[in-house]
T-cell receptor, first 119, second 115 residues
Framework: SQTIHQWPATLVQPVGSPLSLECTVE??????LYWYRQAAGRGLQLLFY??????ISSEVPQNLSASRPQDRQFILSSKKLLLSDSGFYLC??????????????????FGDGTRLSIL | KQEVTQIPAALSVPEGENLVLNCSFT??????LQWFRQDPGKGLTSLLL?????REQTSGRLNASLDKSSGRSTLYIAASQPGDSATYLC??????????????FGAGTRLAVHP
């Protein structure tokens, strides 16, 4: 069966410090991978998605970046954190079946998230 | 720009009640609509996925309906239990976003079922 792991579960960082959050998926190959952020009282916002190694699309401002060095590893990074980066970060994966009807209707499976607090 | 709204924001009911959670979206050009459950401090669990060509999906005590033309979906929970307490999120796969598989989420309905 497929599993998704995120770490760390919680993180407290000072403003201006770097960030690295990791996500790995097991039990599947060539998944689509996603990073979301959930701010308090708001819906999830898609930050990045990836359809393959080194193939990443961004949906948000440039303070954050994402990398996919291996097929089932997705990393969210920042060189200098801002107060506004606080939130709950979620990684997700879905089966990659192309851009047709079958591919679009694959559910996304989420990790347990990382609670990031910036001081 | 697609926007997803969920009403009510919070709901508290006694155990055993049947209840309805509402979701509305502004652009009817969607590929599918999904309902998720989120427990406090946890990730999301997929509950139901309704394709754009479908009207409803059922799983156990859950039933979700989709009316694309009016931009609405409802999640019906029968015979609610304290274990159903969680935040329920609605999301649409927006057919006209920059990339496929981009889910647009509502802010959720926080449900509390008390014994």
């Amino acid at each position: 069966s497929q599993t998704i792991h995120q770490w760390p579960a919680t993180l407290v960082q000072p403003v201006g410090s770097p960030l690295s959050l990791e996500c790995t998926v097991e039990g599947t190959s060539n998944p689509n991978l996603y990073w979301y952020r959930q701010a308090a009282g708001r819906g999830l916002q898609l930050l990045f998605y990836s359809i393959g190694i080194d193939q990443i699309s961004s949906e948000v401002p440039q303070n954050l970046s994402a990398s996919r060095p291996q097929d089932r590893q997705f990393i969210l990074s920042s060189k200098k954190l801002l107060l506004s980066d606080s939130g709950f970060y979620l990684c997700a994966w879905s089966v990659s079946l192309g851009q047709g009807v079958l591919g679009r209707n694959q559910p996304q499976h989420f990790g347990d998230g990382t609670r990031l607090s910036i001081l | 720009k697609q926007e997803v709204t969920q009403i009510p924001a919070a709901l508290s009911v006694p155990e055993g009640e049947n209840l309805v959670l509402n979701c509305s979206f502004t652009d009817s050009a969607i590929y599918n609509l999904q309902w998720f459950r989120q427990d406090p401090g946890k990730g999301l669990t997929s509950l139901l996925l309704i394709q754009s060509s479908q009207r409803e999906q059922t799983s156990g005590r859950l039933n979700a309906s989709l009316d694309k033309s009016s931009g609405r979906s409802t999640l019906y929970i029968a015979a609610s239990q304290p274990g159903d307490s969680a935040t329920y999120l609605c999301a649409v796969l927006d057919g006209f976003s920059g990339g496929y598989n981009k889910l647009i989420f509502g802010a959720g309905t926080r449900l509390a079922v008390h014994p």
